[in-house]
């Protein structure tokens, strides 16, 4: 008998088709409702996704409906759930959402957990701290509650909680080994069982992705050992045990644990079959992190291959994929019968769940036929043009003069004082903006007006950094939604969606852009902007562009072709847009691969092929400039540590990177690999509104300069500064411009 008949998934997204979860999160912390309102209202939307799961063809009594509904973040929950408090905050709150609110956000004395990419996704999760004193305790009972309250409504689910393995190779902590702590944590697992127990529950979902990954620090045998007793301990508790280990290739790192368990999720698409007998499977044959309609057919097949007691799943939560399709009525009728949301995929899985038990298929699987077959043959999903184009390419193409005769010519080009400053490129996105580019997209306001809106705020941004004296300027980007969509919107072959918001952290979500055709660019799109800011000042203005890797990074990519191709494609259309900027006058111009890093492979097997066609694409981009224009990168949301060869690779003239958070660790790596090309390692945090002084600046310069050598080093913040108001913005480039004339002198 097949564990869950109508088949399961892993995480269903939190956020809310209207992002409810959002509006209720923000309007508790602006405080127009209070924490029982909030209360209410998440409660209303869990129980809301619950009832649609079952309508789906989710079985409402096994087990299968999975409850994984974070406030903020599903690692901060487990975090709460076992009482892991920050060393830091040991005298702070300890209980309730002002302490929660406290740990994901911080206030004005305190900063919140650091966050940063769970695996190779673009979701961010609040890193744990600990320290040898860390004990644990089970602080929390938000798991076990809405266990509670999802039974009463009637629904019988299965609880989810990160793993130890997990927690701790994702912890940080200091004066000791985060897995020497697991003695510690793992007992709480099997109260937090017990609880779950007594109040109904049959299983619990242990997340553990981190088993497939290759994580710095740790061994393989060491998370499997620790996931181990974590199993255990549930069991002890008296519950099942669902093993999720999705996100990739699991097979070879969760066969030690299959006599501990009581089934294994895994990852069929990256991955294959582990080898295990006697343990059910719940093997991940709907993609969870892309958008692409399954194709049912070879789903089914894997299936029927994968032995007799294997349930439908999907390869990792549906948290990376928006909710439904269902208001995307702009994508046209081709797109979006291709494709497959959240919704959409857990009717996948009901509809292959019905097939394996049945034996006979449904007109599901005529339409998915259909659709692949559609796909295969539609215009733009191959352009001639970009293939030949992508062909015919010259074996130097990714090569630029030496850096050395390059550097000379740009210095005679574009004359730098000492310690250059500048900054990453976007300025406040104030509401005014927001509200010019709503009203522009509601046919409010003319082309005309919203142009004139975004020169005003152009102009305010020049006038400001006039004022700062910094010395290469920008733009500000007031005409980007965002740094990828705006690409998007501009290049052929992909398409935006109305709703698709996936989140990105907290009360964050983005709406990644669907690329599904070949790439290209029909016309000039950002040199309009570049033009008019350089026409406001003498001094020297950014181009401003968002690189290969990071378009691809935060879209959904197709996946009907090596990610590699796409990248190039992406950077050819990127060449184009430098060569027009240069024949418009530009001297610098940036290209942020902010997602470099993102992508690297889970598994170490898998990098050196990873880093190979990304840092090409990149080059692709940049190869064609001529050797006087300045091409600069910016790096950020990562531990850059282990790939300065890659980053080396890139062959910028400058790389900016986020260094000030963890005050200048990344310098010392820099250093020692004797990097020899401009970097500005940023010298201010720019995720928190605090202004920093003088002194701090000057401190974190002094670090970077004992490391780096001066002829060498840029003066900037950690990253753009969308985020952050205008005051606190100018007062900040003050202290930076300030420190840089003291350390000039
Ligand atoms: N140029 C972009 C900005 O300043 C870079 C953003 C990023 O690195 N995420 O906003
Ligand atoms: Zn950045």
């Known amino acids: 008998m097949t564990l869950f008949p109508n088949g399961t998934i892993l995480g269903y997204p939190r956020i809310g088709p209207d992002r409810e979860l959002k509006r209720a999160l923000e309007a508790n912390w602006r405080g127009r409702i209070d924490d029982a309102e909030f209360a209410r209202r998440t409660s209303e939307l869990r129980l809301a996704d619950l009832q649609r799961l079952v309508e789906l063809g989710l079985s409402p009594d096994d087990a299968s409906l999975p409850l994984e509904t974070a406030h903020y973040d599903h690692v901060l929950d487990a975090t709460l759930t076992f009482g892991a408090v920050p060393p830091r905050l040991r005298d702070a709150v300890t209980h309730g959402l002002a302490w929660e609110w406290l740990l994901a956000r911080g206030d004005v004395d305190r900063a919140p957990l650091e966050m940063t990419k769970w695996f190779d996704t673009n979701y961010h999760y609040l890193v744990p701290e600990l320290d040898a004193e860390t004990t644990f305790s089970l602080a929390d009972t938000r798991i076990v509650d809405r266990f509670i309250e999802a039974r009463a409504a009637g629904f019988h689910t299965r609880p989810a909680v990160v793993g130890p393995a997990t927690y701790l190779a994702l912890a940080k902590a200091e004066g000791v080994r985060t897995t020497e702590l697991a003695d510690r944590l793992v007992p709480l697992y099997r109260e937090l069982a017990e609880r779950l127990a007594a109040a109904g529950a049959t299983w619990l979902q242990l997340d553990e992705p981190a088993l497939v990954a290759d994580l710095e620090g740790f061994t393989p045998v ?36 299959a006599s501990d368990v009581d089934a294994i999720a895994f990852d069929l698409v990256r991955g294959g079959l ?19 309609r399954t194709d049912l057919d070879k789903a089914l097949e894997t299936l029927r ?28 009728d081709e797109l979006r019968s291709w494709l497959a949301f959240a919704d959409e995929k857990v009717a996948e899985v009901v509809t292959l769940a019905d097939a ?85 997209a509601k046919g409010e306001s003319s082309d005309e007006q919203y142009r004139e809106a975004l020169q005003a705020e152009v102009r305010r941004v020049i006038d400001l950094q006039s004022d700062l004296e910094l010395d290469v300027l920008v733009h500000g980007e007031p005409e980007r939604n965002d740094m990828v969509q705006y690409f998007a919107e501009n290049f052929n072959g992909f398409s935006v969606t109305k709703r698709g918001w996936v989140q990105s952290y907290g ?22 902007w570049i033009s008019y800011a350089q026409s406001l000042t003498e001094k020297p203005v950014k181009g401003m562009l968002t690189g290969p890797v990071t378009i691809l990074a935060w879209s959904f990519v197709r996946d009907d072709q090596p990610l590699a191709d796409t990248a190039d494609q992406v950077a050819l259309a990127l060449a184009d847009e430098i060569a027009d900027l240069e024949a418009a ?17 889970l ?34 949301y990562s531990e850059f540590n282990t790939i300065i060869d890659a980053i080396d690779g890139l062959d910028a003239d400058v790389t900016s990177i986020e260094a000030a958070r963890s005050k200048m660790e990344v310098v010392e790596a820099i250093a020692a690999h004797g990097y020899s090309r401009g970097i500005g390692p940023g010298v201010y945090d720019i995720h928190s509104p605090r202004v920093p002084s003088t002194d701090e600046v000057s401190e974190l310069i002094g670090i970077a300069a004992a490391n780096i050598p001066e002829q060498l080093l840029w003066i900037n913040p950690d990253c753009g500064l969308k985020t952050r108001g205008y005051e606190e913005t100018s007062e900040s480039l003050r202290s930076l411009v300030d420190a840089t004339r003291l350390a000039r002198g």
């Open 305 to 332: 291959a994968s032995g007799s007691d294997v349930s439908v799943g999907t390869t990792t939560p549906l948290l990376h994929v928006p909710h439904t399709l269902e208001p995307e009525s702009d994508l046209g």
């Open 507 to 528: 009360s964050r979500a983005t709406r990644p852009s669907i690329l599904w055709g070949d790439v290209s660019r029909p016309k000039p799109f950002t040199v309009e």
């Open 356 to 440: 394996l038990r049945t034996g006979t298929t449904s007109p599901a699987f005529d339409e998915a036929r259909a659709a692949l077959g559609s796909r295969a043959a539609a215009e733009g999903v191959r352009d001639g043009s970009v293939r030949e184009r992508v062909a015919s390419l010259q074996a130097d193409a990714r090569t630029r003069l030496p850096y050395d005769q390059r550097a000379q010519l740009q210095r005679q080009k574009t004359p730098l004082p000492a310690l250059p400053t500048t900054t990453i490129g976007s300025f406040p996105q104030t509401g005014d903006i927001r509200l010019a580019r709503a009203a522009h």
């Open 603 to 636: 598994r170490a097997s898998d990098r050196a092929a990873y880093l190979d066609w990304s840092v090409g694409s990149f080059r692709l981009a940049t190869g064609q400039a001529a050797p006087e224009t300045q091409i600069h990168t910016h790096l950020c």
């Open 274 to 292: 582990p080898a295990v007998t006697d343990t059910p499977l719940v093997a991940g044959v709907v993609h969870g992190r892309n958008v692409w």
């Open 585 to 601: 006058g530009t001297s610098i111009i940036q290209v942020d691969e902010p997602a470099l890093r993102e992508l690297l492979p």
């Open 222 to 257: 060491e998370l499997q050992g620790i996931a181990r007793s974590g199993a255990r301990a549930v069991r002890e508790g008296g519950l099942k045990v669902l093993l999720a280990a999705g996100y990739g290739e699991s097979s070879g790192r969760v066969e030690a644990l």
